[in-house]
């Protein structure tokens, strides 16, 4: 849609709720651009990570508002302190998730923490190509695809642009979470108007109503969500995903460090929040240098990166039920057909869920009663 010159591409959605490119025919002129553009139909040249870090923000309000590590947030703040821009994400009105361009801090905000569906690219490829030619500093945050995406439009590397991907799962159509936000709204009685999947390591789904939460369930007790960790409902070109491999298409991969300690003891003060930060270019190097003053910064090896995270090594694997998903979906809507689908999923992880609290706590009430036993007698307990 950004690369054809004629506008002759708009975006539709199918019978599935997927959101495809339409085009117009009368305007269409056959250059071929949309096809060459396409981050499906040509791959962008990957790179193998240069290092690998452990990290976090080390402004600890910006990284509890973060899904992992708030490093995207610190590359937004490096950004608007050097008079460049951002493109992130952000729900408007309609809780469509668009990438928009953001010149001020508070405008960064709204970016942060993870929004578990497809975001609407619109024309930021565009106007993030105006800002580049006008020689601002533009950070570009994405899934691969997207990024990918961006590469082929603009066709040339620029010193001013900075991209980061994410380590990516795949994405589901923003028609699902509509449908799934309608149906909690009827049954809340109130309307939402921003949606939330993350904090800091912790998995919730909830909805706001001009900021008062309105609704809160754990992401076991949630069909969207649920859904969504389990691979039952993404894109189908996610599950057959080219760049969900170590290599990578930006100059820094953001993801959660969910192999930390398995090569190495990990030292960290903090146990939660502890993001993957793979530089891929020298420029990804050196703008990590840039942010070094604001950041936790651990250099680990490559290794335990790639093989403690999934999506680093191969694409999300289809749910077994996601043909019967897409059936139900057509005869009965998201609700019935998420729910059919993913319910032995739901209890057999919220009984999963039980156990690992019941024994978390249990393991703080030992903590505390030896800690009180040692401060009562002065002696050390086994
Ligand atoms: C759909 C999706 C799937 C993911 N799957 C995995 C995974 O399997 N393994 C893993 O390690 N990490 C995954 N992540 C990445 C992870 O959730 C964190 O975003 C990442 O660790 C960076 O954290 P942060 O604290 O630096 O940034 P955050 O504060 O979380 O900010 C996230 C950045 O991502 C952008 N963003 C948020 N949602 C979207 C979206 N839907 N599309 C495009 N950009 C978006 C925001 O605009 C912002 O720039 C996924 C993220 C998304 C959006």
Known sequence: MNACPKEAISISYDINGLMLPKIDQEKCVNCGLCTR???VNITVEKKAPLKAYAAWNLDDKKHALSSSGGLARAMYDYAIDNGGVCYGTRFDENLDLRIVRADKREEIEEFQSSKYVQAIVGDSFKQAEDDLK??????YVGTPCQIAGLKN????DYDNLIT??????????IK??????EHLEKKIGKKADNVKFRGVYNFKM????????????DRWQDTYFTGFLESLFYRPNCYECSYACPERVSDITLGDFWGIGKEKTFNSPKVNGVSVVLPLTEKGLDFIEKMKDKLYLEERSVSEAVNGNDQLNRPSRLHANTSR?????HENGFEKAAFESIKEDMKKNQAKKRKSDRLHLQAKVKWKIVNTFR???GRGVK
């Open 37 to 39: 553009t396409c981050p």
């Open 325 to 329: 998903f897409i059936e139900m979906y």
């Open 153 to 156: 439009y603009l066709k040339k």
């Open 206 to 217: 909830s909805l706001f109503n001009k900021g008062e939460l309105i609704y809160c369930k």
């Open 164 to 173: 980061a991907d994410l380590i990516c799962h795949g994405v589901p159509s």
């Open 375 to 377: 401060k009562i007698t």
């Open 134 to 139: 006008m020689g601002l500093l533009v950070v």
């Open 176 to 181: 699902y979470l509509h449908e799934h936000v």
